[in-house]
């Protein structure tokens, strides 16, 4: 037995382009002949598995392959070649078996009604996934209660703002208990607060019923707060695939340790610089160090520090998942 519930193997997209012919022959070229003149290849040859209970950050830039490649797994797309299979099913041969054991919550999209109720609309749904009343009960009273929906249930859904639509949506997607939640940015346009909410929700929901969630977004904070691994594409290949951790390990650069000083230490400190080790801010008995991950370890380097001053306090300070991917996009275009 496995307990894969996500995979996909060598999945290949393309898509044909016809180009513009200039002047009426041209045009009438272009009528005539509908032969597409090149393939733009969306998704090229990716793989990976995810298993049952995995958060899993799927990201990448604009054009990356990420709607593409989540379009194939929930069926709408066939691929050009390769094979995939969620919750052992062939999404584009068994759209409707599938419908009930996936989740999908577009941040630019909605399933609910507009012009109806939250509540209408949710009870639409129930009927179209044939719900029984008391599951669909339950599940209601979750949403409910970890989404904050009470005020505004009876609330049409073109007068919601967006942070209330897209947890009506969240509980829309949830009412027929998938095991699997295809979210792709779940939180674009959310204040704060609203961001914090959907956070707290999705982790209960991965770690009390081991929902399996693959996310896609462009806000790198969601993937911190939220998934242990990720998996980063550009230009339709896979990049990386593995934890956080190891993503600053190889990508990360620099780490940053904060050594907080009895009193001011000895000026011989800033003889701390070399190639892998530098002083970039010192302000009284504070001193800020940047150093190379991979030629010295932290426990090191403080006990270095303290030669020069008896240590208050220290913190480190890993490098943001922002810099991180960026320095591994412009690693892959040297």
């Not at 299979?85 to 068994?94: D, L, R």
């Not at 999209?109 to 749904?125: E, G, K, P």
């Not at 009273?141 to 703002?161: G, I, K």
Request: glycine fraction near 8%; aromatic fraction near 6%.
């Amino acid at each position: 037995m496995t307990d894969t519930m996500i995979s996909a193997q060598k999945l290949i997209k393309t898509f044909p382009i016809k180009k513009h012919h200039a002047g009426a022959l041209g045009a009438l070229r272009g009528l005539v002949d509908r032969t597409p003149d090149e393939q733009f290849t969306a998704v090229d040859n990716i793989s990976f598995e995810i298993e049952r209970g995995e958060m899993v950050g799927y990201i990448g830039p604009n054009g990356a392959g990420k709607s593409t490649t989540i379009k194939m797994l929930t069926g709408i797309l066939v691929p050009s070649s390769g094979e995939a299979t969620v919750a052992g099913i062939t999404p584009w041969e068994n759209r409707k078996q599938l419908a009930r054991q996936i989740g999908v919550v577009f941040g630019q999209r909605t399933q609910l009604w507009w012009d109806l109720a939250l509540i209408d609309s949710l009870d639409l749904l129930r009927h179209m996934y044939q719900v029984p009343e008391k599951r669909f009960r339950e599940n209601l009273d979750h949403a409910r209660e970890l989404l904050d929906l009470d005020d505004f249930l009876r609330t049409p859904v073109r007068q919601l703002s967006l942070g209330q639509r897209m947890r009506g949506d969240l509980a829309a997607a949830l009412l027929h208990d998938p095991p699997i939640l295809y979210l792709d940015e779940p939180t674009i346009g959310l204040d704060i607060v609203a961001k914090a909410r959907m956070r707290e929700f999705l982790s209960a929901l991965n770690r009390d019923r081991q929902v399996t969630i693959l996310l896609t977004t462009h806000d790198l904070a969601d993937i911190e707060h939220l998934c242990k691994r990720i998996i980063v594409i550009d230009h339709g290949q896979v990049m990386y695939d593995g934890g956080l951790d190891a993503l600053r390990g190889r990508f990360g650069g620099k780490r940053h340790i904060t050594v907080d000083f009895e009193q001011e230490p000895d000026d011989a400190i800033m003889t701390l610089h070399n190639g892998q080790i530098s002083v970039v801010e010192r302000t009284g008995p504070r001193v800020r160090i940047a150093f190379d991950r991979t030629a010295i370890t932290a426990p090191e380097l403080l006990a270095r520090a303290g030669r020069y001053g008896s240590v208050r306090d220290m913190s480190i300070e890993e490098p943001q998942i922002e810099e991180v991917i960026r320095q591994m996009y412009e690693g892959a275009r040297v």
